[in-house]
C-alpha cells in the first residue's frame, strides 16, 4: 500500500506577500477617467494589509516559522511551497542576517535563485555581501511601492474623493510619526544616494497629505465669507480639535525639521479659527498656543525645509502640481495670520518669497489663478506684491523677484507689465 502523503504544514497567511510592481503597473494603465476592472480592484483589497503596513508586516524569526521548514511543504494560506534542503539552508542562513522571519526568508530565496546559488559553495563573508545586495534592492522597491501609494493617497484627499474625519487623520499624523523616528523609519537602512532621495520625498508627501487634510483652503474660506465654526461643516469640531491639538504637540519636542511645516500649519489653522465670527467654545480654543507652535517651527528651519523639498518635487514625478497648491495654501495661511516685517535683519519675508517664487515659477495655472481678483486663496499672496509695490524702489529686488514668478502665460504677462 502506498503510504499517505503528508499534508502541507500550516503557516500564518500574512507571511505572505507579492511584489507590488506588477500591480502598480496595471494601475498605471488603467486611463484616469475609466474604473479599475474589477479583478484589479479585487486585487487592491487583498493587498489593502500590505499597502497599509508593509515593513511591519516583514516579521522576525521565530520558533515556529524555524520549525515549520522541518515538514516538507508549506500552505501560506492557499499558496503552496516545497521546501527543498538546499534552499532551506539558506533561509535559515538568510532569516540569520535579516532578522527576518524563517518562513519570509525561505520565500525570498524561493523567488530569488540568485540568493541561493551564490551560497550554495560561498562562506560566511561572501554570503553576507548577497545579503547586502538583496536588502538595497528591497529597500528601493519598498521606496518605489511607498511614493507610488502616497500619490494615490494625496490625490483621494486632494482632488475631494475622499473627505477626512478625526480618526483618518490620526492615523495619518501616526504613519508620518513612524516614517519619521518608528518602525517605518526605512530611510535608516537606505544605502544609496537615490534611495536616501527617494526616501525624503516619501517623507516630504506624508507630510503634505497632513496639511492638506487639516483643509486650510476651508478655513481661508470661511474667514473670507465671515462664516462662523458652527456654520462650516466641511473642518474639525472644537472637541475635534483639542485631540489633534494632542496629536500635533506629540511632534513638538522631536525637533525634527520635517515635523516643522506640521507645526506652522498647525499654527496657522488655529489662529485662523480663532479670527472666526461667533467661535463656539472660543475659551477652550484660547487654551491653545499657536504662537509656541510658530515658534517651535522657526527653530527647526521650516521655511529652510519648505525650500528644499520645492526643489525636490520640481524634479520629481507625481502629482506635482498638486502639493505646489498644498504649500502655497500653507503660505497664504500664514501670512493671512500673522503680520510680516518689513525690517531688512527679519529673513522671513526672503524665505516666503523665495518659497512663492519656487512654487508659482513655469506653474501657468497657478500664475494664472494669481491674478484672479476672485481667488481668495491667492489673496494674502497678492497682499504681499502690493506690499512690495508700495516700497518701490527701496525692495525692487524682491518686487522683480516675485513679478518674473507670475508671468507664465499671456494673461498673467500682460498682468505683470500692467
Known amino acids: 500500500m502506498a503510504s499517505a502523503v503528508a499534508s502541507p504544514k500550516l503557516v500564518d497567511e500574512s507571511l505572505w506577500w ?19 476592472p474589477d479583478h484589479l480592484v479585487e486585487n487592491l483589497k487583498r493587498h489593502r494589509a500590505w499597502f497599509l503596513n508593509s515593513i511591519a508586516y516583514f516579521k522576525p524569526p521565530d520558533q515556529t516559522s524555524r520549525l515549520a521548514l522541518d515538514s516538507p511543504e508549506l500552505a501560506v494560506g492557499s499558496h503552496r511551497l516545497l521546501v527543498k534542503p538546499e534552499l532551506k539552508k539558506d533561509a535559515l542562513r538568510v532569516s540569520e542576517y535579516m532578522c527576518l522571519n524563517e518562513v519570509q526568508s525561505y520565500i525570498l530565496v524561493h523567488r530569488h535563485p540568485r540568493i541561493s546559488d551564490s551560497t550554495v559553495d560561498g562562506d560566511d563573508k561572501e ?20 511614493n507610488l501609494l502616497m500619490d494615490i ?8 474623493s475622499s473627505s477626512c474625519n478625526i480618526e ?6 501616526s504613519l508620518f510619526k513612524d516614517v519619521l ?14 534611495a536616501k532621495e527617494s526616501f525624503d520625498v516619501l517623507k516630504a508627501k506624508i507630510l503634505l497629505i497632513v496639511i492638506e487634510t487639516l483643509n486650510l483652503e476651508s478655513v481661508l474660506c470661511m474667514v473670507h465669507d465671515e462664516i462662523s465654526l458652527r456654520e462650516g461643516g466641511s473642518i474639525f469640531s472644537v472637541t475635534e480639535i483639542k485631540e489633534l491639538d494632542a496629536q500635533v504637540s506629540s511632534f513638538a519636542d522631536s525637533y525634527a525639521v520635517e515635523a516643522g511645516p506640521l507645526l506652522l500649519a498647525w499654527a496657522v489653522f488655529q489662529c485662523l479659527v480663532l479670527s472666526l465670527p461667533e467661535r463656539n467654545n472660543s475659551t477652550t480654543l484660547m487654551e491653545i498656543d499657536h504662537i509656541s507652535f510658530v515658534r517651535q517651527a522657526f527653530e527647526v528651519g521650516t521655511f529652510d525645509y519648505l525650500l528644499g523639498i520645492l526643489h525636490i ?33 527679519d529673513e522671513t519675508l526672503i524665505k516666503i518669497l523665495d518659497i512663492l517664487s519656487l512654487i508659482y515659477h513655469g506653474q501657468e495655472s497657478l500664475a494664472m489663478q494669481f491674478w484672479d481678483k476672485d481667488s481668495f486663496i491667492d489673496g494674502p499672496i497678492r497682499s504681499i506684491l502690493y506690499m512690495l509695490e508700495k516700497e518701490y524702489p527701496i525692495r525692487i529686488s524682491e518686487f522683480v523677484l516675485l513679478l518674473s514668478a507670475l508671468c507664465e502665460g499671456s494673461w498673467p504677462a500682460e498682468c505683470v507689465c500692467s
Open 127 to 146: 554570503f553576507l555581501h548577497s545579503e547586502i545586495d538583496y536588502k538595497i534592492l528591497w529597500v528601493d522597491e519598498s521606496l518605489i511601492e511607498g
Open 153 to 160: 493617497l494625496f490625490l483621494a484627499y486632494y482632488d475631494n
Open 181 to 194: 523616528c518608528g518602525p517605518l523609519n526605512i530611510g535608516k537602512i537606505a544605502v544609496s544616494v537615490e
Open 313 to 345: 518635487f520640481k524634479d520629481s514625478d507625481g502629482p506635482t502640481s498638486g502639493f505646489l497648491c498644498v504649500v502655497r495654501t500653507l503660505m497664504s495661511a500664514f501670512v493671512a495670520s500673522y503680520e510680516l516685517s518689513l525690517e531688512k535683519e
Open 18 to 36: 507579492d511584489s507590488f510592481v506588477g500591480l502598480f503597473g496595471e494601475l498605471d494603465k488603467v486611463p484616469p477617467s475609466n474604473d479599475p
Open 168 to 173: 483618518q487623520w490620526k492615523t495619518i499624523c
